[in-house]
T-cell receptor, first 116, second 113 residues
């Protein structure tokens, strides 16, 4: 059973299109995140959600809209894709409080988005 | 979050111990030291964390300096599977937004067969 699963694994699309990436976790965690890893391999947090509520939006263009239908899912919708959006997007989840200190974050295996 | 400094890259021979250093001279009293690693084409994975005392788990050991301004991740016997980028991250567990992990550039570990 994959703990944090993302789909699709690869996504190639044209500029201007709208696309979504889905993420699901079966760990019972309260908090979920989206991270972006660019071509220079910098991993940067984009959003975090706690129990379906947006906690952090780290200066991400409003073309990116996360949606959390329930605490096990956090999807990322991207409008009007640009070349600079090409990157690997990682979903992650974590428990709260003391359990976070014990178990840490669990990351998905990533979605490689290529905008052409 | 306080900043960490790590070497860009390190090499180790297979089956030998590896010591990955991390400097964090501006660490605050409530910052925990976390280590994650990212294997090629995978998401980061949790390795270990600590506050003041040295820590051991099945993956690695974490040695924390007495003044907490530096720490060392120790892999006791490097295997080819340990080749990855290792990130040292400080997190103030009591700060607002403490759940967010901020990754630096990490150390790319190459294991030589």
């Amino acid at each position: 059973d994959t703990a944090v699963s993302q789909t699709p694994k690869y996504l190639v699309t044209q500029m201007g299109n709208d696309k979504s990436i889905k993420c699901e976790q079966n760990l019972g965690h309260d908090t979920m995140y989206w991270y972006k890893q660019d071509s220079k391999k910098f991993l940067k947090i984009m959003f975090s959600y706690n129990n379906k509520e947006l906690i952090i939006n780290e200066t991400v263009p409003n073309r990116f809209s996360p949606k959390s239908p329930d605490k096990a899912h956090l999807n990322l919708h991207i409008n009007s894709l640009e070349l600079g959006d090409s990157a690997v997007y990682f979903c992650a989840s974590s428990p709260q409080g003391g359990h976070l200190l014990i178990y840490g974050y669990t990351f998905g295996s990533g979605t490689r988005l290529t905008v052409v | 979050d306080a900043k960490t400094t790590q070497p860009n890259s390190m090499e180790s021979n297979e089956e030998e111990p590896v010591h990955l250093p991390c400097n964090h001279s501006t660490i605050s009293g409530t910052d925990y030291i976390h280590w994650y690693r990212q294997l090629p084409s995978q998401g980061p994975e949790y390795v270990i964390h600590g506050l003041t005392s040295n820590v051991n788990n099945r993956m690695a050991s974490l040695a924390i300096a007495e003044d907490r301004k530096s720490s060392t991740l120790i892999l006791h016997r490097a295997t080819l599977r340990d080749a990855a980028v290792y990130y040292c991250i400080l997190r103030d567990e009591w700060a607002a937004g403490a759940n967010n992990l901020f990754f630096g550039t990490g150390t790319r570990l190459t294991v030589i067969p």
